[in-house]
């Protein structure tokens, strides 16, 4: 097994290209399945997380080929044939081929999830509301069997909690129903609106783009001409990245990011001491005087985002003070605190609720990825760590982040992928 090793790093400097966003990506992927052309999407990030939903797309029957960043996928020979179990478990988003195949299909069968580290993370909200479509749904095996006969009708649907892959599922399969669907409560993530304004040009009436309420037109099942799309800027690898600079308290310059998807990590970066200077595709980290302790609470986007919680408590480890983290989102995202703590770090937990000491020296040492965003954390703590850190079962960050030691190294880091002596 891969692992990552890392040294000491005083301070990091230099320029990384941020990717497109793989959280972005895969709703694209899923919406080629109601395409009735070759769909084109640039700017695809190479990450595990995308070759498995290719596989999964491939399997179904569908065609792909790819010149470095674009790619063309092509469903025109694609059948409703079962989403199994070996590949939904290895990514929960391949739940996204739901709502498209049983939009195309009338019938579909698609394993369920199954939870994970962070979670037990459900997909009840988005089968609700495709029965709130019209489609009759049996969890049987532990797969979903969903049918509708007389095709998919525009319903009216609220949402129970805010859900982004949920969403996305309902949007793609509203986007072929009959009629108009309004969804309410709904997630707001950049990645939500691009699935929307890429189906607007296909030619889907959609209102309330950027809010919790959405209608959409559907098409009767009229497959879609779908444009060439460019995959949105990865907001959570550039917030990572960003963490790398504070956390080693360096200037570091970040390209081809879309500073408005990244307002609340810009503004608790700003509370914490640094500075930062912005083009519309570019920022610029300046040192912080003092590394300042920081209050933050996950919450659906625009507020502060979930997958960046990891990385600020790594962070706060060096702040001058203590700092508070609380999770609203997932009932088990501190699975880096006990790794954290094996390098020496202060943090208490009360319920949901961390407590970071800072000012505190990080030793390195073997620890073990158990999440992406959370090995992510391990990966900024083994940059100012004491001696080196090996961080293991990086098959966690293969899935999210493309090029990482590479990029990392471009910036002046001290890291690279061993292979574990058999
Ligand atoms: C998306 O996951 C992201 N994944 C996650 O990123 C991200 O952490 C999450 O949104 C929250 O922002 C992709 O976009 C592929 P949810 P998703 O449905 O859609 C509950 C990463 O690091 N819920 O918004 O699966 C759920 O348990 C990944 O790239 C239900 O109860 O998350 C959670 O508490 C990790 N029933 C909350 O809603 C449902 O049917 C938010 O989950 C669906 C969700």
């Known amino acids: ?215 959409i037109i559907g098409t009767n099942a009229q497959l879609l001409d779908l444009p060439t ?29 879309e500073p408005t998807h990244m307002e609340f990590i810009n503004k608790k970066l700003l509370e914490m001491g640094y500075s930062l200077e912005f083009t519309n595709s570019s920022v610029k980290l300046l040192k912080a005087k003092e590394i300042l302790p920081v209050e933050l609470v996950t919450a659906e986007y625009p507020g502060f985002p979930t997958d960046m919680q990891a990385q600020f408590m790594a962070l706060a480890t060096q702040a001058k003070g203590t700092s508070i983290i609380e999770e609203r989102l997932f009932e088990n995202r501190f699975m880096h605190v006990s790794e954290l703590l094996r390098m020496g770090a202060k943090i208490s937990l009360n319920g949901n609720i961390a407590s970071i000491t800072g000012n505190t020296t990080l030793e390195g040492t073997e620890v073990m990825a158990t999440d992406l965003r959370a090995s992510s954390a391990l990966v900024l703590a083994g940059l100012i760590a004491k001696g080196s850190t090996q961080v293991h079962r990086i098959y966690h960050l293969d899935r999210g982040y493309a090029n990482l030691e590479q990029k990392l190294r471009e910036l002046g880091a001290k890291i690279e992928r061993k292979s574990q002596e058999k």
Do not use: W
């Open 229 to 257: 799309t460019r995959v949105i800027p990865d907001r959570i690898e550039a917030g990572t990245y960003l963490c790398a600079g504070a956390i080693t308290n360096s200037e570091i310059k970040l390209e081809n990011i």
């Open 1 to 215: 097994m891969d692992y990552i090793n890392i040294q000491n790093t005083s301070e990091l400097a230099g320029c990384v290209r941020i990717s497109g966003a793989k959280n972005a990506a895969l709703p694209l992927l899923a919406m080629s399945i109601l395409a009735k052309n070759e769909m084109r999407i640039e700017n695809m990030p190479i990450v595990a997380d995308i070759k498995t939903f290719l596989k999964l797309i491939g399997l179904l029957g569908g065609e792909f080929r790819s010149q470095e960043g674009t790619f063309f996928v092509d469903t025109k020979n694609i059948l409703s044939k079962p989403a199994t179990y070996d590949i939904v478990k290895t990514m929960r988003a391949s739940i996204l081929v739901l709502g498209p195949l049983l939009a195309r299909f009338k019938e579909c069968k698609v394993s369920l999830p199954g939870g994970c580290a962070i979670g037990q993370r459900p997909v009840d909200l988005h089968l609700k509301a495709l029965e709130a479509m019209g489609a009759n749904i049996i969890i049987e095996g532990g797969y979903i069997h969903a049918k509708a006969p007389q095709g998919l009708k525009g319903a009216s649907i609220i949402f129970d909690k805010i859900t982004v892959t949920g969403t996305e599922n309902i949007i793609l399969a509203a986007a072929l129903a009959r009629g108009k669907t309004r969804l309410i409560n709904c997630a707001k993530e950049p990645e939500v609106v691009q699935v929307c304004e890429t189906l607007i040009k296909a030619g889907v009436e959609i209102s309330g783009l950027g809010t919790s309420e959405l209608e």
